[in-house]
């Protein structure tokens, strides 16, 4: 395998980054998760103007332009000699001193990774449970902030891996229906599909984009509006969405089951169509 490391090509075990990264020690940094279909980069586009705008926020500055970022991951996928794969795109602050002055890093640091990765939870249906831990409000971290620190999402994992199951959903600070650990949330109820806002601290996610768009072009009526945890104890069908789960759905939640355990028809017609689409809807690595 050989990954993108500050403007050269290396073998897997020489991509190394150094101890004074801030990314490493302050998660200082931002990153992107895309996936390659049969040799298309789904929606490489809006990863990479994800990944510029996260930058922009923090005031990260990359010195490349968007299309050589683009370059840079088309390239990842093809000297790899890979059609299916997934690609983590990560920027961070650079190489500092053991302060956490940003102003201390002259130069970020800019690897990509691609390799063959099956749907990160299998696509029959999963269980969950609901964390205790709450999701990081609007004003303390936006999740539009696509960011290396994970720690919030990887506590309630860890609830999730005690309670035995694969997933843990997260509430905002209100009590409402955030997202899962790495995911986005949907619920379906009397044939109208509902997702939480993204004032729910919730991530703009590019799969989530496209199912809104899918479910709209099959005549489904989107909402996105705030949701209780009761909302999904009493729904008829409920899903999760995202770069490396892509549409999985869930079959029980804190001990509730959903559709008796079966996965739901609007469920199977979404992931269907997302299937069909991601093959086209992307950048070509091989001409």
Known sequence: MKIYLDGKFVDKEDA??????????????????????????FKLKEHIDRLYDSAKSITLNIPISKEEMEKIVIETVKINNLKDAYIRLVVTR????????????PKPTIFCIAEPMNPL?????????????RRLPVDVLNPAVKSLNYLNSILAKIQANY??????????SEGYVAEGTGDNIFVVKNGVIKTPPLSSSVLKGITRDVVIELAKKLGYEVLEEKLTIHDLYVCDELFITGTAAEIVPVVEIDGRVINNGNIGEITKKLRDEFKKIRKIEGVKVYE
């Not at 101890?19 to 998760?33: M, N, Q, T």
């Not at 650079?94 to 890093?105: E, R, S, T, Y």
């Open 94 to 105: 650079g190489i500092g001193d053991l302060g956490l002055d940003p102003k201390k890093c």
């Open 16 to 41: 190394k980054i150094s101890v004074y990264d801030h990314g490493l020690l302050y998660g200082d940094g931002i990153f992107e998760g895309i996936r390659a279909y049969d040799g298309v980069i």
């Open 121 to 133: 939870l299998g696509e029959d249906g999963i269980r969950v449970i609901t964390s205790s831990i």
């Open 163 to 172: 309670a035995n199951v694969d997933e843990a959903f997260l509430l905002d």
